[in-house]
Nanobody, 125 residues
């Protein structure tokens, strides 16, 4: 699976953005998909993930109620809808897949085998 993230940009605090991650490869639907982010000088942190068949989604505590992860297996795409954005949400956002299909990898970046190139999100105050 190859991943390409897009949709980042500059937005004012309180605004919204929707990120997309397009995947190539016929096995996309067999993988959990996750979003991470990395701010300058900070470690990469977990944002959200979604199960391979969509019923289950998990979010980092600070994103609950503001971010929504979803996926469209027919189009090999995973999305991250981000609402009520804050300046502290400024980061490069990455999509990723676990190393093993049909298994959740959790919050540790080391458990993920493939990464998109990242898309910059900047939230101004």
């Amino acid at each position: 699976v190859q991943l390409q993230a897009s949709g980042g940009g500059l937005v004012q605090a309180g605004g919204s953005l929707r990120l997309s991650c397009a995947a190539s490869g016929r096995t996309f639907s067999a993988y959990y998909m996750a979003w991470f982010r990395q701010a300058p000088g900070k470690e990469r942190e977990f944002v959200a993930d979604i199960s391979w068949n969509s019923p289950y989604a998990n979010y980092a505590e600070s994103m609950k109620g503001r971010f929504t992860i979803s996926r469209d297996n027919a189009n090999n795409t995973v999305y991250l809808q981000m609402n009520s954005l804050k300046p502290e949400d400024t980061a490069v956002y990455y999509c990723a897949t676990p190393r093993t299909p049909r298994r959740r990898a959790g919050v540790r970046p080391s458990e993920y085998g493939r990464w998109g190139q990242g898309t910059q999100v900047t939230v101004s105050s």
